[in-house]
């Protein structure tokens, strides 16, 4: 079945540190892929998304580029700020129609002023 | 309303008693997802509704748990003769049709002693 793997946290940076949290996943067909963002005592929000290889995602400064060759969707961000404090989760669904999100495991990111 | 809604935001319950979490989705939005988080397990489907009828159960763990929606509305989800095991946050998601962005509520924590 479907499945993400992204590292494990935490992962505590410096303000204006760079960040990347790494995703791979395996799917049959050509997935979506998703990031979504849990702030403390917030609900799951979604970050970005790409719905076909190649695509780039970007929001709030953060990009993901979905590499079908690598089965990956790395996310990135230049310069982080203590805002960005959160629990990252990678996901995809099945297609651009699917339905059911599968997650990663989340990784919690810090950042320290 | 303005977002998805759910409740109770905290339920402690005694091993073996039933428990119902609500969730109120986004007016208008056709598809309703339950999602639940526990520590080392991640975030895992549970079920997916489309109106009223649930075309993927596939990631209810067990018998125990049942969920409904009525009106195309609000779905209730419950869980017979709690155990231990089933301490998690519980999350519930919804969009206007599958395949579109899904919003989550802010999740119902669920802790059986």
Redesign the interface.
């Known amino acids: 079945g479907d499945s993400v793997t992204q590292m494990e946290g935490p992962v505590t940076l410096s303000e204006e540190a760079f960040l990347t949290i790494n995703c791979t996943y395996t799917a049959t067909g050509y997935p979506s892929l998703f990031w979504?963002v849990q702030y403390p005592g917030?609900?799951?929000?979604?970050l970005l998304?790409a719905t076909k290889a190649d695509d780039k995602g970007s929001n709030k400064g953060f990009e993901a580029t979905y590499r079908k060759e690598t089965t990956s969707f790395h996310l990135e961000k230049g310069s982080v700020q203590v805002s960005d404090s959160a629990v990252y989760?990678c996901?995809l669904?099945p297609?651009?129609?699917?339905?059911?999100?599968?997650?990663?495991?989340?990784t919690r990111v810090l950042v320290k002023p | 309303g303005a977002g998805v809604s759910q409740s109770p935001s905290n339920k402690v319950t005694e091993k073996g008693k039933d428990v119902e979490l609500r969730c109120d989705p986004i007016s208008g939005h056709t598809a309703l997802y339950w999602y639940r988080q526990s520590l080392g397990q991640g975030l895992e489907f549970l079920i997916y509704f489309q109106g009223n009828s649930a075309p993927d159960k596939s990631g209810l763990p067990s018998d125990r748990f049942s969920a409904e929606r009525t009106g195309g509305s609000v779905s209730t989800l419950t869980i017979q003769r709690t155990q231990q095991e089933d301490s998690a946050v519980y999350l519930c998601a919804s969009s206007a049709n599958q395949g579109a962005r899904a919003f989550f509520g802010q999740g119902t924590r669920l802790t059986v002693v």
């Open positions: 979504y917030e609900g799951l929000q979604l998304k989760f996901a669904t297609g651009a129609a699917g339905n059911k999100l599968t997650f990663g495991g989340g």
